[in-house]
């Protein structure tokens, strides 16, 4: 947009004579003194001027007063009055429907003296100014001066006491845009047409507009502001949703600032793959990148809770060929509502992490996770993972055909550290309170589960089902625990633990079961895991793991080792448990107290 100085608005087609005597040189008296009513000030024409330096245009033509339905100007209408004062006399004129101007009381000339001064404002007199509500028209403010004398037509210009804020969305926020609010003052005092003070901080209704630009045409919003007030945020159809500006304007008279609106994506990058989620459709569009883009390797920060209720989710890294690799940092905020259904082979939070992918610090609050794939993954944070997932929470449900856990469907590798889940885990083939899987040296330490699990054999494969891990091949599970049932039902073979179904050559320490029932076949059903399974060159390898009170008598169902490593707390107190687990886990991060109104261990990190 150009930069003009002066727009010109010619008030009448003819000069404005505001008397209808005329006098001539010969009738003055007293010197300079003219005759009192002889010489009327005559108001040529009327020009608006705009302020130079950083000014933009506000439009042309722009004076007052009623706005064109352009949005690029006003004009007087008729019946509006403006203060024209010399001399120290003012004087009221009003504009008429042929555009002049008229006054019951005119201003005359009392002397010859030249290139006298004449001032004028707009509102005639002074006041308060509201300007809450210019959905309809814009509030003005105008201070005018002009020179003349006796004999010199005189030319007032005006210019703007407020500044104008324009806001012109584009892309897609243009068709969501149904009104715009501006946050500064809603009202000011004034005097002779200069602003004395603003005041009553709120949201200002911004007046719907159109212009035109290198032959285009914009639709837009627009508001004149007080100056001084430093403008920082804006709000779209008064949904109480504040957005920032990307810079703050403080606003200066005279001036004219333009505001482009994109359309809220619900986050911000910085340029170098860092992404900040700010609501549930920027995690959606953030989804998007990753799935859609290729942007597989971007880190992911949030910071708000977002609420992802009635949206059906499609899982950050949907395939093998899209695993996330990059770190998605919850903040400790909290995730409410995830939904994911249909038949996505890997469904949760995420799908499939890479080995070089995290996910940590984030509370997945009711989830509903359900799979139908016939070879699916789901768990609350991620379906698959081959990565690292630390202090995440879930809570909910989460149903699959293959792999179904509370956090994650599926861990190889990597590792699973100091995570909960009190959702509830239903499955065919591998289910557990936190991962439905564990293998290839996949780490599980410091987590615990808290509600029920189920597995239903459909007489296909073998099942497994475990309070912590439902199948654990080749994983290292280390300070876990679980409290709610565990059963297995249905044909086929199925195996039952209340930490793991199967402990198929891996390894279980300081990890225990407790309060919940634990229900299966006899012989593959075990108070700690079903069956501690023997092969070469590894076999299962259990230590300082306890259960009890959880309907088994035995801690293994099938104990192919034959080397035990669980032992039964029969009396309810797990002191002794507790004091041997944690000699087990001298060396670890974490260890087991008892808190108080707790008769169970609970978990805490060592500093």
Known sequence: MKKRHSIHLLLAAVALLLATA?????????????????????????????????????????????????????????????????????????????????????????????????????????????????SQSLAYLLHGTGTGDYLTPVTLTFTHSLAKVRVTPTGDALGEVQSLQLYTYTQCTYEKGTVVQGSQEGWIEMKKCEYTENGNAFTCWEANVVLGYTITKLMANNDNKERDLSAAITPVAGK??????????????????????????????????????????????????INLSGIDWTPIGIDYNHQYTGTFNGGGHTITGLTVTGSYKYAGLFGDIDENGTVKNVVLEGVQITSDNSSGYAGGVAGDSWGTIENCSVSGSVSGTTFAGGVVGSQWGGSITGCNSSATVKGVIFAGGIAGETNSGASLTGCYATDDVTVENDGTNNSHAGGVVGYNGGGTLTACYATGSVTGSGSGTIYVGGVTGDNASGTLTACY??????????????????????????????????????????????????????????????????????????????????????SLPLLVQNP
């Open 22 to 134: 005329a006098c001539t040189t010969d009738e003055r008296t007293d010197g300079d003194r003219l005759p009192e009513g002889q010489y009327p000030v005559e108001i040529a024409r009327i020009t608006l001027g705009v302020e130079g330096g950083e000014a933009q245009p506000w439009g042309a033509p722009a004076t007052r007063v009623s706005e064109n339905g352009d949005g690029t100007g006003s004009v007087f209408d008729a019946g509006d009055q403006f203060a024209v004062q010399i001399d120290g006399e003012e004087g009221i004129y009003i504009v008429q429907d042929d555009s002049t101007a008229t006054s019951d009381a005119p201003l005359y000339w009392t002397n010859t003296i030249p290139n006298r001064t004449v001032t004028a404002w707009y509102p005639a007199t002074g006041g308060t100014l509201d300007l809450g509500d210019q």
């Open 256 to 305: 004219f600032y333009n505001i482009t609106l994109d359309k809220d994506k619900g986050y911000t990058d910085d340029g170098q793959g860092n992404y900040t989620v700010t609501s549930a459709e920027g995690l959606k569009n953030i989804a998007k990148l990753v799935n859609e883009e290729w942007k597989s390797d971007i880190n992911i920060t949030l910071t708000a809770d």
């Open 513 to 598: 079961h407790a309060k919940g029932t634990v229900s299966g076949p006899d012989g593959a059903t075990g108070g700690v895991a079903g069956r501690n399974f023997k092969g070469l060159p590894y076999s299962g390898i259990i230590t300082a793991c306890y259960w009890g009170g959880n309907g088994q008598e035995q801690g293994i169902g099938e104990d192919q080792v034959g080397t035990g490593g669980t032992t039964q707390v029969t009396d309810g107190n797990w002191q002794n448990a507790l004091a041997h687990m944690n000699a087990a886990l001298n060396a670890e991060s974490w260890r087991y107290t008892f808190e108080p109104g707790n």
